[in-house]
């Protein structure tokens, strides 16, 4: 028997899974990166305790699902014994290149550690809202515009620009912005245990901010998501790999992990997008590395086709079992790879929590059936069997392709169908 999922606001962790469809859900972010043996470790603690399915989410953090009450704490133990610690919450986001990317306007590795004694100072006065998060800025080879953000501090030549959701405030010397952010953090708290960005009023907290600079709107665009080479510092190669619609399977993480060992691989750090970092080898290691790493399943080429579908990761528990979104992603792309033409996005309907594409068109799985994204009055375009998606898949693509007019998108045609 499944629990029901957590309202939304709720925040899965290491110490608080959250139910979900297919058992419990722990989330967290590794303090630093995972070495080969260290991976070893977390692919096995998943498949012992869990149902052996790790992801790396929209934001880079780590999940690993299928646990439950009597095996979560056994994961948790098994993690602390490998060495894996998990960054303590509120979130302090920063590239996984932070100080070794000579693209970055700032090195915020300083900043997030002054910041993370705010945070601490804030918690030991009372509760933060568990998704509060706080992202800096820096540019470089991997951007962390696109992230929603409660409090957002944006490198800029003199200074950070300070954004308290999607509102700017100003521009502050980086001297300056950890007083600052205990002043926000401290009307948050006042507003109560959940609140967020969206609860202040941007002028008040500004005019309680000293030394902050007028500054026009910073212009913070979504980020495209590129794998492949990358250049740090001192010209040693990095490598970003994808990880198909965010989740591998434990042997996947294993065979990452020999493929580390093997090359010379010192470490691998998780990104946002879905996506995961390896450093620390010689620049002769990379012709082999990303061909190694395609054939166990990473996406490795900025050109694969599964960039374009985007999904709301999660599960939906039918009669017949349970059916994963990165398993109905795949089954599109394996399929129907024409049809994923960045229209559509997959969402879940047991993720009541919210999912971070709300918004997004597309199609959402319910159960075992496929309907229309927010059409509740849609008829159902597939039913599928969780021990033959790829069929109902390309069922479903044969009627696309059948009523298919020139210029559509697979949405469009997707709206048409729920209707008839």
Known sequence: MTASPAPRGACPTLDSPMPVADGLLARFRPEAGLSADQLTALADAAE???????????????????????SAAQFRTALADSGIVAQPAPAIEISPLAGEDPKAIA????????????????????????????????????????????????????GWALELGSDTLGELDEAAIPAAVAIILNAL????????????AAHPIAAKIENLRPLAHSSVRPASYMVGPLSLSGHAPALRVGL?????????????????????????????????????????????????????????RPDATGVKLSICSGAEDTDAGVIQAAELAQGFYSGAPELIDGSF????????????????????LDGSRLTLYRAPDAKPLATLDPAAIETGIVSLANRIRDTHQPGETTLSVLGRLGQQ
């Open 189 to 200: 708290q006042a507003e109560g245990p959940r609140a967020r960005a969206s609860d202040l």
């Open 48 to 70: 012992t305790h869990g149902n052996g399915l790790i992801e790396v989410t929209a934001r880079g953090n780590l999940q690993v699902r299928g646990l439950s009450e009597s």
């Open 244 to 300: 198909p619609f965010g989740q591998v399977r434990a042997r996947q993480v294993r065979d990452l992990a020999q493929i580390m060992s093997e090359q010379g691989v010192g470490e691998v750090r998780t990104a946002p997008d879905r996506s995961l970092v390896l450093i620390g080898f010689d620049a002769s290691t990379l012709r082999d590395l990303a061909p190694a790493l395609a054939r166990v399943g990473y996406w490795t």
């Open 107 to 158: 090195d915020p590795r300083p900043l997030a550690q002054a910041l993370r004694v705010v945070c601490d100072e804030a918690l030991a006065q009372g509760p933060l809202s568990p998704k509060l998060s706080i992202v800096l800025v820096t540019g470089g080879q991997i951007l962390l515009d696109g992230l929603k953000a409660d409090i957002r501090l944006i490198a800029r030549q003199k």
């Open 345 to 364: 996005h997959i969402h879940v309907s047991t993720c009541a929590k919210g999912c971070p594409h709300a918004g997004r068109p597309g199609i959402v």
